[in-house]
């Protein structure tokens, strides 16, 4: 079913503005929302919730309901901040931060991700933290605490419902520190993004198109890497990246 991929200014109920009113969006804030949700009725609430631009500083501009309009409207629109479902057809979540990993890498405008789903389970949270997000709430949240939330996370805060922060804390908490990588290290930031959708499979074409680089400037950064590992080939650096778990 084919969804919107802008906003519509959707106008919400009177309780919802003024909750996010509350929220003191008017403050001179703005950030750049996306919406994504297989649930068209949820995602108007969230729109009208905290849609208001005028009053919370959050312009929603796009939705999407599957893995595949995900990725393509959050490469569209480049926005702050996502507020991303867990389950998605198409791979869910998860698979949505592996596809926007390089949008999360850049440094000059990187994307944001705020999970915002109705499972709490540990297992759902670890995964999309794991992934790349920057923190997880659940759908109970109010809508004030949810534009907060999303200004945190645009900011570079962690964000978490309170019950859920223990399992992410007992998760990263019950593993080594894993060590200092000397190789790893003489990468530079976009030496291990093309590195990574290399070991995922990617296509040179593919990887020009993620990143928004030409294809030549992937052959020299794939030549750097292979030179600085002193690797042979694609396929010894996808077996290098597979042991060190950066797939």
């Known amino acids: 079913m084919s969804e919107p991929t802008e906003a519509n200014g959707t106008t919400g109920p009177a309780q919802g503005a003024a909750s996010a009113e509350s929220a003191g969006g008017s403050a001179g804030r703005h950030v750049r929302v996306v919406l994504v949700d297989d649930h068209r009725m949820f995602r108007t609430g969230v729109q009208a919730e905290i849609g208001q631009t005028a009053q919370t500083g959050v312009e929603v501009v796009g939705e999407a309901a599957d893995v595949d309009q995900a ?78 939330s ?23 908490a019950s593993t080594d520190a894993p060590p200092a990588d000397e190789d790893l290290d003489r990468l530079t930031q976009r030496e291990r993004e093309v590195l990574r959708l290399i070991a995922r499979g990617y296509a040179y074409k593919e990887i020009a198109k993620q990143l928004f680089i030409s294809v030549k400037t992937v052959e020299s950064h794939v030549s750097a890497v292979l030179r600085k590992l002193q690797l042979s080939n694609r396929h010894e650096l996808t077996r290098w990246a597979t042991a060190r778990r950066l797939v």
Request: charged share 20%; hydrophobic share 45%; aromatic share 6%.
């Open 71 to 148: 990725v393509t409207v959050i490469t569209a629109t480049r926005p702050e901040v996502v507020l991303l479902d867990v389950h998605l057809p198409g791979g869910g979540g998860v698979e949505v931060l592996r596809r926007c990993a390089p949008l999360m890498g850049d440094a000059e405008q990187p994307v944001r991700f705020l999970a915002l789903s109705v499972s709490d389970a540990a297992e759902d949270v670890i995964g999309v933290i794991r992934g790349g997000a920057r923190g997880y709430v659940t759908k109970t949240i109010t809508g004030s605490d949810l534009v907060d």
């Open 150 to 172: 999303i200004f945190r996370v645009q900011e570079g805060d962690a964000v978490f419902s309170p019950r859920l922060a223990g399992f992410v804390l007992d998760a990263f």
